[in-house]
Nanobody, 129 residues
Framework: QMQLVESGGGLVQAGGSLRVSCAAS??????????MGWFRQAPGKEREFVAA????????TYADSVKGRFTISRDNAENTVYLQMDAMKPEDTAVYYC????????????????????WGQGTQVTVSS
């Protein structure tokens, strides 16, 4: 079982930066056996993949829309995953969700929401123009 709690959302101006965090409470399986991902959902749109990081942190993947601007990282000792967002644009405005995919020792990063087993409640990020 895993519970995920996002934090760090807020309002930022276009071109600015924001870091969102996701703290995991885990029972049974260790946090470092999960691939962690970030998704987002804007009003009236479907939830979309943003970024994912494998169990060790050595493998990451990003949506084309955020590549070069966003950075995903994790601290397995703290059971936390981060999303650093730089050079933000108004189109980045969305609710950002943290998700976990049980994938021990995997280097293959899945990016579909159906692959992820656990989800946080989301944190609102708003980028003003």
């Amino acid at each position: 079982q895993m519970q995920l709690v996002e934090s760090g959302g807020g309002l930022v101006q276009a071109g600015g930066s924001l870091r969102v965090s996701c703290a995991a409470s885990v029972s049974g399986r260790a946090f470092n056996r999960y691939t962690m991902g970030w998704f987002r959902q804007a009003p009236g749109k479907e939830r979309e993949f943003v970024a994912a990081i494998n169990w060790s942190g050595r493998s990451t993947t990003y949506a084309d829309s955020v590549k070069g601007r966003f950075t995903i990282s994790r601290d397995n000792a703290e059971n936390t995953v981060y999303l650093q967002m730089d050079a933000m644009k108004p189109e980045d405005t969305a609710v950002y969700y943290c998700a976990a995919d049980f994938a021990p020792l995997s280097t293959v990063l899945r990016t579909t929401s159906q692959s992820f087993d656990y989800w946080g409640q989301g944190t609102q990020v708003t980028v003003s123009s």
